[in-house]
Nanobody
Framework: VQLQASGGGLVQSGGSLRLSCADS????????MGWFRRAPGKEREFVAA????????YNADSAKGRFTISRDNAKNTVYLQMNSLKPEDTAVYYC??????????WGQGTLVTVSS
């Protein structure tokens, strides 16, 4: 598993961004995929996850109603659609993969900055 996140950038409060995370490996469709973020001065926190088939999703309270995780196994890619962005969503966003309990594979992160 080799994960490459992209799609971050600068956006105004209330705007939208879609993050992508592509896997160059051949077993993408066997992993649960997750998005995490780390804001300046804070610990990394869970944002959302989606199971291998895409029929089960998990969202942090901070993401509910605003962020949507999805995946395209044919493209080995997981997405995070972020709407109604707030300045407090500013963070480096990471994608990760797991088969069991722990996330074992991590992407390099993509920076999202939301201006007020």
């Amino acid at each position: 598993v080799q994960l490459q996140a992209s799609g971050g950038g600068l956006v105004q409060s209330g705007g939208s961004l879609r993050l992508s995370c592509a896997d160059s490996g051949r077993t993408f469709n066997t992993y649960t995929m997750g998005w995490f973020r780390r804001a300046p001065g804070k610990e990394r926190e869970f944002v959302a996850a989606i199971n291998w088939s895409g029929d089960t999703r998990y969202n942090a309270d901070s993401a509910k109603g605003r962020f949507t995780i999805s995946r395209d196994n044919a493209k080995n890619t997981v997405y995070l659609q972020m709407n109604s962005l707030k300045p407090e969503d500013t963070a480096v966003y990471y994608c990760a993969a797991r088969r069991e309990v722990q996330y074992n594979y991590w992407g390099q992160g993509t920076l999202v900055t939301v201006s007020s």
